[in-house]
């Protein structure tokens, strides 16, 4: 670790090159002064059009000193860049935050924060245009070559980001024992052939193979490791308002998707309340409905936006409804109210494979062999068994264009 500490700080030395951005980050009164958001944007989307580069924030540009960020100052910058990552670049760019420690005076600790941006296979679009890394500055690119790049990288369009390979994770980050679970009579014998076709591993633009966010999310011990945030959150409030004085219970589930899933849904399981009448024989009502529950979870795992930064599922049980939260705005044209008449897929792969993983959960009510159907029942049972029960329509919000919230009301 220190060793590359110090390669990092001799490059800082050196200056800036087509592969190292240097960006000074101010600070007033607790808030980031500059870079302006929007000229930040414009040269990470240049880097990733033109070359593979890192960008190095705490770094004087011009005197290639370490300027040096606190430990607070370092987690606001970090959330700042991956917000602009996702915001004001089209379409969203995906790229690796790694914290590092130099010293430098009297022994005095300082900080940056290093942003490792691949080359793209897609054409990003900035608050001020197109732009390209040439050297050490950002260059705007003309129509002719801003259409020769649309065409070389054209077939990236194609390609969800569940099927994008991601900086870092080699094919060694996949677990054998969860990829091949996929198999069948008809797969390759090869690992990597059979986990090239499943989509799990992709070639870089150097030739080497790297693990694709599909194949963490179902491959990889923990995902989060390589995709920050790629986890369900479940917290149970013992009243109405979101208190954490009355949480009764909490728990991260972090696992690959199909264990997140079963996971969450024990969650609710364990913390829903059974109400129990005689009539004359003795009936139980649960306070939801667990098939609806694992139909819901199943949809928030299979459809949320994976390329947000910053925003994980969130499941929050009270005494009189629980809440869910899936990152990502609703998918091509769907609302919130044809959801339960239209279909659409934002992960392919991760869908696919959920089709091919096992009903790990006993939902009561439910006829499931498969985690998931593909065919867009889902939400029909969400709606139909939680309204039979509680007499009480669940709730599909979107917030902010970012977030879509269910609610399902208890019986």
């Not at 009270?318 to 091509?332: H, Q, T, V, W």
């Amino acid at each position: 670790m220190r060793e590359e500490t110090d390669k990092i700080l001799e490059k800082i030395r050196l200056g800036e090159d087509s592969c190292l951005e240097l960006i000074n980050v101010a600070f007033s009164g607790g808030k980031i002064k500059s870079p302006p958001k929007e000229d930040l944007a414009d040269e990470m989307a240049a880097m990733a059009n033109a070359v593979a580069g890192q960008m190095a924030l705490g770094a004087k540009g011009k005197s290639q000193n370490l300027e040096g960020l606190t430990i607070s100052q370092i987690d606001l910058v970090e959330k700042w860049v991956e917000k602009i990552g996702h915001d004001l670049i089209d379409p969203p760019l995906f790229f690796l935050t790694k914290k590092t420690v130099g010293f430098e005076g009297r022994g005095e600790k300082k900080f940056l924060l290093r942003v490792e941006i691949p080359r793209s296979s897609f054409v990003h679009k900035s608050p001020n245009g197109y732009f390209y890394r040439s050297g050490s500055s950002k260059m705007e690119l003309k129509p002719e070559m801003l259409a020769r790049l649309f065409q070389q990288r054209g077939q990236a369009r194609f390609i969800s980001f569940d099927g994008q390979i991601v900086p870092d994770a080699t094919a060694d980050a996949l677990e054998p024992k969860l990829y091949r679970r996929f198999r069948t009579v008809l797969s390759p014998a090869d690992d990597v052939v059979f986990l090239e076709k499943l989509k799990f591993i992709a070639k870089d633009e150097s030739g080497d193979y790297r693990a694709t966010a599909g194949g963490l999310l179902l491959a990889s011990e923990n995902p989060e490791e390589f995709l920050p945030n790629a986890y369900i959150q479940a917290v149970c409030y013992g009243t109405v308002e979101r208190n954490g004085a009355h949480q009764l219970d909490a728990q991260d589930m972090t696992d690959p998707l199909d264990e997140q899933i079963k996971q969450a849904c024990k969650f609710v399981r364990r913390n829903m309340k059974v109400r129990g009448t005689k009539a004359p024989f003795r009936i139980e009502t649960p306070q939801f409905s667990l098939n609806a529950v694992f139909e819901a979870v199943v949809n928030a795992v299979a459809h949320r936006d994976y390329s947000i930064f910053g925003s994980k599922i969130r499941l929050h049980v009270f005494p009189d409804r629980l809440e869910l939260f899936s990152p990502g705005n609703l998918a091509d044209t769907l609302t919130a109210d044809s959801l339960s008449e239209r279909q659409s897929t934002r992960n392919e792969l991760i869908c696919s494979m959920l089709a091919r993983c096992p009903m790990n959960f006993e939902a009561t009510g439910s006829r499931r062999k498969f985690i998931m159907d593909q065919r867009g029942e889902g939400i029909p049972i969400i709606v139909v068994e939680s309204e039979d029960l509680s007499g009480k329509r669940p709730i599909f919000k979107v917030i902010d264009n970012a977030e879509l919230k269910l609610t399902i009301f208890s019986a």
